[in-house]
Nanobody
Framework: VQLVESGGGLLQAGGSLRLSCTAS????????MGWFRQAPGKEREFVAA????????LYADSVKGRFTLSRDNAKNTVYLQMNSLKPEDTAVYYC?????????????????WGQGTQVTVSS
């Protein structure tokens, strides 16, 4: 099983980034997908999740209205579009595959994790 994230980088506040996560080694359409992030010295926190068919999305209050999560099941890939980025969005972002078709905000609901991609937003 592999989850490979890409798209992280360094940018100024107010900018945009799109993170991608491509999955292999399991049946992609069986799983909800999620993104979490972890800043230095802080616990890993939920960012967004999407159900197996893209019909249901969940977002953390801190990113609602700025981030959009989508998936392309034909490409085994999820995309996290991040707009209006703030310095407090700085973190390592992790892609995760859920244990079921609809997973939520808890890390225990996810069975596979990527290695993470760094996002740094300067003020």
């Amino acid at each position: 099983v592999q989850l490979v994230e890409s798209g992280g980088g360094l940018l100024q506040a107010g900018g945009s980034l799109r993170l991608s996560c491509t999955a292999s080694g399991f049946t992609f359409t069986d799983a909800a997908m999620g993104w979490f992030r972890q800043a230095p010295g802080k616990e890993r926190e939920f960012v967004a999740a999407i159900s197996w068919n893209g019909g249901t999305n969940l977002y953390a209050d801190s990113v609602k209205g700025r981030f959009t999560l989508s998936r392309d099941n034909a490409k085994n890939t999820v995309y996290l579009q991040m707009n209006s980025l703030k310095p407090e969005d700085t973190a390592v972002y992790y892609c995760a595959a859920g244990r079921g078709a609809l997973s939520g905000r808890q890390t225990r609901e996810y069975r596979y994790w990527g290695q993470g991609t760094q996002v740094t937003v300067s003020s």
